[in-house]
């Protein structure tokens, strides 16, 4: 079971899609449909400068007149990163996303990024917790091993 304290290494994507600062909207898109991910760190120099989801990009597309294969990544990204090192405890940074009211937190560790925890992230840690029986006083999503007696 993974516990309020663990590590948020152990529920980051390590798997990561990033984009450059320099490439377009257009290609944004085409790499979060490809990919089916809603957030991209963006980078220049090999380092993360950014963070584009699909929220910014559609706000973007929506203003009349913008073309998405001539907007630069940089002009969309979210530069206030929320950035937390690997042993980071669960239950802080889900604290701090739910407060800053945040879809995701940028796992960096050496200035180099090592993973990346979005809310679907969280969400899959709270459904393997709400598997556990008798979590948080909820009975366990498993059926029950005799069927329950009538009422009547």
Do not use: W
């Not at 907007?71 to 206030?80: D, K, L, Y």
């Amino acid at each position: 079971m993974i516990s309020e304290k663990a590590p948020i290494e152990r529920c980051m994507s390590s798997v990561l899609v990033v984009i450059q600062a320099d490439q377009t909207l257009q290609e944004a898109v085409r790499l979060m449909r490809a990919h089916q991910v809603r957030h991209l760190p963006v980078l220049e120099e090999g380092r993360v400068v950014g963070m584009l989801s699909q929220r910014d990009v559609h706000l973007i597309e929506s203003l009349p007149g913008v073309d998405p294969a001539l907007v630069r990544v940089r002009e969309a990204m979210v530069r206030e990163l929320y950035t937390v090192e690997p042993d980071e405890p669960l239950e802080r940074v889900v604290r701090v996303m739910a407060q800053r009211k945040i879809g995701s937190a940028l796992v960096t560790h050496n200035e180099r990024l090592v993973g990346l925890f979005t809310t679907t992230d969280a969400l899959l840690v709270l459904a393997a917790v709400l598997r556990e029986p008798g979590v948080a006083g909820l009975p366990s999503s498993e059926p029950p091993s005799e069927p329950a007696p009538e009422v009547g």
